[in-house]
């Protein structure tokens, strides 16, 4: 370990369910196996799903260190030689970021399946890891993050800010994901439903891939003024097309009077499904990635599956390939999809509180936390 | 045109909707045009739909020759050099079958898409084809059958009867088309939910691509004898265990516990579909097989597609290639998959109505007309 | 027909193999069939195929008007409602192209393989129908090209001029068939080997598929200045760099030291083949697409395929959906991909001789006929 | 460790290339690790591959304990909850089998490329694992074999016999990750070539996959006479019909002419590939399974590959999942497919050099060493 680094970290600690998190100091550790880092946390972005967490909507233990969309330096490392995930060696002061899930290796889904997404036993860093016991550190909303040697780190090139990292945040990677399954072609028109963090992840892809026309459904204006400068042919305001017959019309209008050749949800509101099986043309694809939390059932007419023979996919957060396929975007194509320009909101481990605030209340674009200043 | 062909053709008409079918003779054609045939009715299948097109729950033209599963004898042909689609000369006299529908071959289903069975201009016989003008024989319930050069015509070898093909029906080509798109490896766990026809369709080939275990839910209890002569390996009795939690705990056991790996949906009613997502394994295939009326929309969540990586397919109506797969598999597996015990009832064209009501209450496997006695 | 369309058109016509063509006259059709065309020729490339025809080096009928690569204008049309492939309109006046080849939608391929790119009956203008017989003109060589109703014909877009079409030729839509079946993700690294128009046509669209790094090996030096402004990140030049191992190191060291992910072959030689192979990392997609031309056997060895587990593909032709996208992707990414560039010599049909000459002497971008002057 | 355990173990090494293996005495292990095992060989299968080994026509490393096709009893378990593969508990006593390969988990093939049957530090039981240093025991030509804990290990149902497993031995595994690939479907056109026991693997595969007609071109005659009773429809004695055009015309009046949906090479000789892509109609899909060896070069068309559209595929080795499919299938087919009956030779430690003798001579079906008697 390094004489220079200091005997605490403080973190914002979430204690209880639906109380403001505390800023509390854990002991660091006292040495790291191999393998093992310790990361000086430069950014962790305050994602929706932190609110959702606060709010004990989901069941994890605490006390809990949140974050799980981080960027940071490494401060220590553990072992002879290490290296990132795709073996390249890693030094004190290499600038990192690293998937939240780590998976077990041994189930069935690891295993058999070959599906690591769905593993069993999935633990994820500012989740469901507790601070109780050591090693404690296991959140992004620190001045350090621990990080175990089975952790999937990535050493980011000088010419990727971190701010691109995590403004895409966890968005990008799981859209990855699920246009891996879509295998679109050149020439596809394809309606984005939704413009927010996914839907602007999915646009990206989407208009990289060949999407013509490309079309995007969602709101407020100023999401939808985002999309147009990421290459949206044609946006649908919803506060201005209330009616889902009128907003289906524009995108048979814009597909040739059949439907969209490719449909990907990134509303998360069960009522948009139903929705955008009908903007499908017959033997279309639909990919639901928006629904990552459970936000209940809507009327669905099965029929139409049949009829219309769509494929519905859907994806589930990412593996670690997907990181490295998102990085290489962030990376050569920064200036066509500016995601860096998402973060809205800087704040010290001191204004988590107020800035998780102004999340819940839509007021962010994308809010991070800085730890470390 | 031979002359020994009779002057009319006695048919089982639909002139009103909620009426009983009348017996009434029309013209034969007078002459041939290249291609086209004169088939002299074996057996017709009476199918649940044709239940609905009486009732009048399909806009469909009057009056209605009905019957779209049909296999007959050639009794004249137009043109220097008669063949099925599949290139094979025909001569009066040859046994046939074929697909009763016909694509436009120019709209962008047929063309763009390579999607012909969602060809925007689909006529079938039986169905949309009415008998008002010539060459009124237009459906399977009538002595002849008049075929457009462009039918997919299918002759049938000597060691595949009739009530095979018939026996099987639309069903059996369906799931051909179905399982196209499933492409199952061997040893993939499958639920079928349904044992009607499409089911035991469904039972067969998944049997045939190694499906183990092979599970069905449905019944009553001696469709689901049948389903255990046909290879199921643990069939799920709706009215012995009516909860589906329990059903879907008896997959779990039969599964390994996570879940089937594909599951068929073969049932029709919306419902089933809600259920089937929970017997799926994450990241299984789901197919909806069954829901070729609109029985309308059930509660369905979207975040169970997201959360289990599903796949969701559907499939419509079939291909004439899908039929040379569907007579190949009745001819060399009848042994294993007897579709031909499948037919209860044989009937003349005057008892028509009496069969149409013994399908309409459930009473019968599978009943056919016998036009020529 | 138009009252004011000659009697005669005149087309540069093959009567002898080893011969120069001779212009020729041959009568207007006197009325045309519904679907049937008569295109006023803007413009018809000399492809390659053209100077192997010439030679005798493929069996074809003679008198023989050559061209098989064709954009011009509606002169005249047959029955009540001309429309093109897509369902479009056509008027006199129109400008068009059209694929080449026609297929009789009766074998095997066309019906149960759902491969019209090898019916077994398909004849392609320009190359195996004949001038003896009415309607004569049948190639792009002449002032008027006849086109049957069968023909997948495609009105240009405004924006998208001849020039493009053509210069992009027949070596775009089979580029194109050829990347569907390759089905690229984002971020694969390609070695495209060629640079002559079947190469810039890969690049172009492994380019837009993500392609990173995108290398070409290839030759001459402008060719490679093209690629390089078609999008390559890397050219490797066989001419300065004329041993294949030192080739193979230039690829490892730009793949990170395994291979590429995808090399499409774009060359004709066999022996490009053996060298591609060693391009491939493990578990690689390989491409055969510039073998269209039979150039003999060459030395490869079979356990590269087992050891490298790679996936080795072919495309021939192409279909008309491929060419709905490729007249698209003309249209929308010219700017980027400026194929009408590639036109370098324009002629009359009096000086087709000297420009096949040119051709077969490599000394031609794109050469074009103009036989309208 | 057992107290029953004797402190030594004998294993036939090889300790020169060319030369017998000797029988030596290793000592046992003192302590095993978590998850590490020791069995009690039953059977180690005498593949083709080992005679290769101890002529030195591959780099291995001296002395080996030769054989990689093992199953065993447990004799000893190390740590506290030994599991198989699968998850399922280990005892002392449980016959197991095992996957001969390791990966590494961290090179790019086990890692971004989802591939781990090209892990670039692959190491395998009884080919790269010297006896030189401790644990010694590390082939199956022995007492007692050593596992690692990141061995595949899947313990053996009571109704698979060890004569099964090791019957099948390595080309079944090979088969099934090959087949995978093919996705083959019901009722496709399948030729094999070569009838030794990766051909009659892939034999039993296309069978269960529904292959009509499934063809075998192979030798000598009682090998073919397996074939049939394996389901073979038409076998092809290359003594009795030596001419390939010949052969290939019988595959022709098997296919309608056309030539076969399905060509899998089992043979590994160069020289069948350049046959086998004539046996395949346009658009087959070829897969290279039998070159397992670098048996050189052979002339090869690459014309043919972009004419007929070929899809050729090539396979190593098998995952641990392949293993799954493969147990399932011995355990359920044996009736049909009785891999076990394959065993001919039966051999003790002291006799493995006449049996490898007879393995190099083509005397053998299947030979095994029994080093327990």
Same mark, same amino acid.
């Given at each position: ?31 790291l ?6 990361v ?13 967490l ?37 030094a ?27 593993c ?15 090693p ?9 993050h ?6 999937a ?10 701010e ?9 990677v ?7 399954? /879509?295998?679109m072609q050149? +020439?596809?028109?394809v $309606?984005?439903?939704?413009? #927010?963090?996914? @839907?602007?992840? !999915? %646009? ?7 999407a013509r026309?490309?079309?995007v ?29 009128k ?15 490719v ?12 929705e955008?099986?009908? /903007?499908?043309?017959?033997? +279309?694809?639909?990919? $639901?990635?928006?629904?990552? #939390?459970?936000? @209940?059932?809507? !009327? %669905? ?8 023979e ?19 975007f962030?990376?050569?194509?920064r ?15 001191g ?21 470390n200043?």
């Amino acid at each position: 370990m390094s004489v220079n680094l200091p005997a605490v970290s403080k973190c914002a600690v979430l204690t209880a369910f639906n109380e403001p998190l505390s800023v509390r100091e854990y002991p660091m550790p006292a040495e790291l196996g191999s393998g093992e880092l310790l990361v000086a946390v430069e950014l962790a972005g305050i994602c929706g799903t932190d609110v959702h967490l606060q709010r004990g909507e989901l069941n994890v233990p605490l006390p809990l260190v949140l974050g799980h969309e981080t960027a940071g330096r490494v401060a220590a490392v553990g072992g002879d030689d290490p290296r990132d995930w795709l073996g390249n060696p890693l030094a004190v002061g290499d600038r990192v970021s690293f998937t939240v899930g780590r998976t077990c290796r041994h189930c069935r889904y690891c295993r058999v399946y070959r599906r690591p997404s769905r593993c069993l036993n999935r633990t994820a860093y500012g989740v469901n890891l507790t601070a109780a016991r050591p090693p404690h550190l296991l959140g992004g909303y620190g001045e350090y993050h621990f990080l175990y040697a089975d952790t999937a780190v990535f050493r980011l090139p000088d010419d990727l800010p971190s701010e691109a990292v995590v403004g895409a945040g966890c968005a990008l990677v799981t859209a990855v994901h699920g246009f891996e399954n /879509l295998r679109m072609q050149w +020439a596809e028109s394809v $309606v984005i439903q939704g413009s #927010g963090p996914v @839907g602007l992840a !999915a %646009l990206a892809l989407a208009k990289e891939a060949g999407a013509r026309p490309l079309i995007v459904i969602g709101g407020p204006r100023e999401r939808l003024e985002r999309c147009l400068r990421f290459g949206a042919d044609l946006v649908i305001d919803i506060e201005e097309v209330p009616d889902p017959a009128k907003r289906r019309q524009m995108v048979l209008d814009a597909t040739g009077g059949l439907g969209a050749d490719v449909v990907v949800e990134c509303v998360g509101m069960p009522q948009a499904v139903a929705e955008g099986w009908e /903007l499908c043309r017959d033997g +279309a694809k639909y990919l $639901v990635l928006g629904h990552y #939390g459970d936000a @209940g059932t809507t !009327a %669905l007419n099965p029929h139409v599956i049949t009829r219309k023979e769509l494929t519905i996919l859907g994806a589930w957060g990412s593996e670690p390939q997907h990181w490295t396929v998102a990085l290489e975007f962030l990376r050569t194509r920064r200036d066509r999809y500016p995601f860096d320009e998402l973060i809205t909101h800087r704040v010290g481990l001191g204004e988590v509180n107020e800035a998780l605030d102004a999340v819940a209340r839509w007021q962010t674009g994308k809010a991070v936390v800085c730890p470390n200043g």
